[in-house]
């Protein structure tokens, strides 16, 4: 019960995530225009957006019961010797597809609630480079994005606001790298949303591009992060 409870949560999460985050380009596009601004002060509007979000999601995740919109971030923390007792290869079985039905769930309906005036500025991940060259670059930029958020949750300073806006930063960067290549997505269930309303989800870019490569990025991230810091050796029960 307690997986299926994780996996509704997850869902719903997901939904309410996606729905938010994919309408980043366009809040940034009307902050801007009514601001005059653009250049630097657009992308310190993004990060900016990104930390409020990444803090009000961090919240809610945490009122869902630990709830996650990103399977393979899940996996990366419980390899680094970080995740929650509940976080097996059966759980992760269960909520990845309930991710993925709250990511498409999200898209249709922030399709379909957005101003017809600003949905040019929604779309999801796109290869723009060929299919190896763009599998390879998801699966570096979510080994590295992985890698950073392991090593700020878990080492990183204890100031709930300095972590997310070392995460804003950080995904701000990796984002602007990645936008020439694959979006990027480094989040499976996001990249299923979006090619699920574009009726692309059951091609194999879909899987080598968004779901294996990126998902191998995230193991060999959490593995890295252990061989770097590797776990205290379990005590050794006190005789008598």
Same mark, same amino acid.
């Given at each position: 019960?307690?997986?299926?409870?994780?996996?509704?949560?997850?869902?719903?999460?997901?939904?309410?995530?996606?729905?938010?985050?994919?309408?980043? *380009?366009?809040?940034?596009?009307?902050?801007?225009?009514?601001?005059?601004?653009?250049?630097?002060?657009?992308?310190?509007?993004?990060?900016?957006?990104?930390?409020? !979000?990444?803090?009000?999601?961090?919240?809610?995740?945490?009122?869902?019961?630990?709830?996650?919109?990103?399977? !393979?971030?899940?996996?990366?923390?419980s390899i680094a010797g970080a995740g929650g007792d509940d976080d097996?290869?059966?759980?992760?079985?269960?909520?990845?597809?309930?991710?993925?039905?709250?990511?498409?769930?999200?898209?249709?309906?922030?399709?379909?609630?957005?101003?017809?005036?600003?949905?040019?500025?929604?779309? *999801?991940?796109?290869?723009?480079?060929?299919?190896?060259?763009?599998?390879?670059?998801?699966?570096?930029?979510?080994?590295?994005?992985? $890698?950073?958020?392991?090593?700020?949750?878990?080492?990183?300073?204890?100031?709930?606001?300095?972590?997310?806006?070392m995460l804003s930063m950080a995904t701000m960067v990796v984002i602007?790298? *990645?936008?020439?290549?694959?979006?990027?997505?480094?989040?499976?269930?996001?990249?299923? *949303?979006?090619?699920?309303?574009?009726?692309?989800?059951?091609?194999?870019?879909?899987?080598?591009?968004?779901? !294996?490569?990126?998902?191998?990025?995230?193991?060999?991230?959490?593995?890295?992060?252990?061989?770097? $810091?590797?776990?205290?050796?379990?005590?050794?029960?006190?005789?008598?």
């Amino acid at each position: 019960m307690g997986v299926v409870k994780a996996a509704v949560g997850d869902a719903v999460v997901t939904f309410m995530w996606i729905f938010c985050a994919s309408t980043l *380009g366009a809040a940034t596009s009307i902050i801007t225009n009514s601001m005059g601004a653009g250049g630097l002060a657009s992308l310190a509007i993004t990060t900016s957006l990104i930390f409020v !979000i990444s803090v009000v999601f961090g919240l809610i995740a945490d009122a869902f019961g630990g709830a996650s919109f990103n399977a !393979i971030g899940t996996i990366a923390f419980s390899i680094a010797g970080a995740g929650g007792d509940d976080d097996t290869l059966m759980s992760t079985a269960v909520r990845f597809p309930a991710q993925a039905i709250g990511a498409a769930g999200g898209v249709m309906a922030l399709l379909e609630l957005m101003p017809l005036e600003y949905k040019h500025l929604l779309e *999801g991940p796109t290869l723009k480079v060929d299919l190896h060259t763009g599998a390879i670059a998801e699966g570096v930029f979510t080994f590295v994005i992985t $890698f950073v958020v392991l090593l700020i949750i878990i080492k990183g300073p204890n100031s709930l606001f300095l972590k997310n806006w070392m995460l804003s930063m950080a995904t701000m960067v990796v984002i602007l790298v *990645g936008s020439s290549y694959t979006g990027p997505s480094m989040n499976p269930a996001n990249a299923f *949303g979006w090619a699920y309303v574009n009726n692309k989800h059951n091609t194999w870019e879909q899987f080598y591009v968004y779901w !294996i490569c990126p998902s191998l990025g995230a193991i060999l991230a959490g593995w890295f992060y252990r061989f770097v $810091f590797p776990p205290p050796p379990p005590q050794k029960p006190k005789t008598a």
